[in-house]
């Protein structure tokens, strides 16, 4: 029994290959393994109780200030120049002057 004017038989639209059965095995079983081992991962991952960190042996010990001199107050010594006071100067000595 033919089909209807103008279409193909049935048993034609459903033809495989061999390379067709292969990929369609390939993709539903081999490429789900991947998808397998990270539900795996996950659950065990989701599962496992956080571990305590253990305690230190040895205490780290942070090396402490340099020891310096107590502070103490300078007396102010005025800078020459622009800034502070203007250079002292020699007083001229005036002699006398022999005519």
Known sequence: ??????????RDLFFY????VWEFVFMMVILKIPIAYLGCVVYWAV???PEPPEPAVVHAAL???EPREPWRPRGRVPRP???GSPRRRVARVV???AR
């Open 47 to 49: 599962k496992a109780e």
């Open 81 to 83: 120049g622009p800034h």
């Open 95 to 97: 002699r006398p002057v």
């Open 1 to 10: 029994m033919a089909g209807a004017a103008g279409t193909a038989p049935a």
């Open 63 to 65: 090396p402490g200030p």
């Open 17 to 20: 290959t061999g390379a067709m």
